[in-house]
């Protein structure tokens, strides 16, 4: 099983990066998670630069969500909103078929954010026929280092809670596949 795991963060320290690191540390052996934290270097989107004019970071990135059984996302808050970021790499596959029945959870790396999480969960309903609203996970990690971030993961408390996001997600990805 592959997955692709979008961080919604341009910052190189990012604590949503650091938190899809972590889950990709912890996966078990069937699950393969590669990080994509580089929304910040796909160019603005324009539908003038789709199809054969389409830019070679974007070519890359579409390539890697074709390629992935599902998504987890992950994104900071950025007054009150999705980060444009973020935005730009969906609206890079709104008009592809890559995304529509693609798999999609959330996780999130704060106790703040409901106003960015409630956007985004509209928007990935409205791209994705499988955006699973009901599989989502979430840590209270502001102000924590990539590393802190890792070592809190791995502990008795938190290390279950991914094990038992990522099988469900897991779960609900093979359930759609048999109902196609």
């Known amino acids: 099983m592959k997955i692709l795991a979008l961080s919604g963060s341009a910052r190189e320290a990012s604590t949503n990066t650091a938190l899809l690191r972590a889950i990709s540390a912890l996966a078990p052996q069937s699950i393969e998670i590669s990080v994509f934290h ?27 969500v074709a390629a992935a059984d599902g998504i987890i996302i992950s994104s900071p808050e950025y007054i009150r909103a999705i980060p444009g970021g973020l935005k730009n790499a969906i ?11 693609k798999p999609i959870a959330l996780v999130h790396a704060s106790i703040r954010g409901d106003d960015m999480l409630s956007s985004l ?3 990935l309903s409205t791209v994705s026929g499988n955006f699973f609203e009901h ?9 924590k280092t990539p590393q802190e ?3 809190l993961m791995h502990s008795p408390e938190y290390e279950p809670q991914i094990t038992a ?9 093979q359930q759609s596949e048999a109902n196609e």
């Open 165 to 173: 996001f990522l099988l469900n997600f897991i779960a609900a990805i």
């Open 91 to 101: 609206d890079w596959m709104v008009s592809r078929i890559e995304i529509i029945d």
């Open 135 to 143: 599989i989502f996970l979430r840590f209270a990690l502001i102000s």
């Open 121 to 123: 969960r509209k928007v």
């Open 149 to 151: 971030i890792a070592e």
């Open 38 to 64: 580089q929304v910040n270097l796909l160019p603005v989107f324009s539908p003038d630069d789709e199809g054969e004019n389409t830019p070679a970071a974007v070519q890359k990135f579409i390539e890697a």
